[in-house]
């Protein structure tokens, strides 16, 4: 929504609501979290908003938004991308969000590192740290396991086993969670396709959001990492509560009102910028 100006004054909830309507009619498709920075409120604001269109049968609610009443093709599942397609997207976003993350470890740690295209970000970040040694990686991405491959002995790369998900090249049950639960880590860095205030973190596919669960509790620290465009976005799987985790690393393009709303939540926000350049994410 980069053409709607962000409306200073406050709007009354029925003119707010027939601006988003009209908005929804325009676009198609609307974010919460862009009426959410349009109108100046909360995401809690804007769904409830959304949700009061919906029971008027003036639009639908779909995944992270709204789309017009009776759009085509709104009850088909959401298509999850495949690994390759996420590779293409927010590159530099996500370079910086694994140098800052590949910064937090140090020599004799151990890690679970999730599949994903920002945790390979983190396994490459993690290759330029030649001060590093003794350190223990276990993740269910065989493309981080590969990565990483080349930096043994240095490190030690253990993959989780598990039945193999083609669009993600991940490992998850049955088996993925059996190594699992038989360990306790230094530190998990956990991708997602969502993170939401209320809803917590979330991904698009069920199998993965529970390994990722599970990563979560044999963790003594877990950090979740998505750029910009997965902040305030809530997806099927729910991986846990906001509060459940230690720090969310971001970039600079993450919604300001969904940021103060997370960390009022609980979660520590820290936005990666260029080297020596981090920071708490802020309005």
Do not use: W, Y
């Not at 809690?44 to 017009?68: F, N, Y």
């Not at 490190?155 to 490992?171: C, E």
């Amino acid at each position: 929504m980069s053409d709607q100006p962000r409306l200073d004054a406050q709007v009354d909830a029925p003119r707010r609501r027939e601006l988003a309507r009209a908005l929804v009619a325009e676009r198609g498709f609307v974010r919460v979290a862009e009426l959410s920075r349009a109108f100046g409120v909360t995401t809690v604001t804007a769904r409830a908003d959304l949700d009061a269109l919906e029971r008027q049968g003036m639009i639908r609610r779909v995944h992270g938004g709204a789309v017009p009443a009776g759009a085509p093709g709104v009850d088909r599942p959401e298509r999850e991308p495949s690994f390759e397609e996420a590779l293409e997207a927010s590159v530099e976003p996500k370079r910086r969000i694994g140098a800052h993350v590949a910064g937090l470890v140090r020599s004799g740690q151990s890690l679970i590192l999730d599949v994903g295209t920002t945790t390979l970000q983190v396994a490459r970040a993690l290759k330029q740290r030649s001060d590093l040694d003794d350190v223990v990686v276990f993740t269910n991405g065989l493309s981080i396991a590969l990565e990483l491959e080349s930096e043994i002995p240095r490190f030690q790369v253990v993959v989780t086993g598990g039945t193999l998900r083609p669009r993600q090249h991940s490992l998850v049950d049955p088996l993925a969670g059996s190594m699992l639960r038989d360990l306790h880590v230094d530190l998990a860095v956990i991708g997602c396709n969502g993170v939401d205030p209320v809803h917590g973190v979330t991904n698009a596919n069920l199998p993965e959001a529970q390994v990722k669960a599970l990563m979560l509790q044999r963790a003594a620290r877990a950090v979740v990492v998505a750029d910009g465009s997965k902040v305030g976005e809530v997806h099927l799987g729910r991986v846990g509560p906001v509060d459940a985790f230690d720090e969310l690393v971001t970039d600079a393009s993450a919604p300001h009102p969904v940021v103060a709303e997370l960390e009022e939540a609980g979660l520590a926000v820290v936005t990666a910028h260029a080297p020596d350049a981090d920071h708490r994410v802020g309005p």
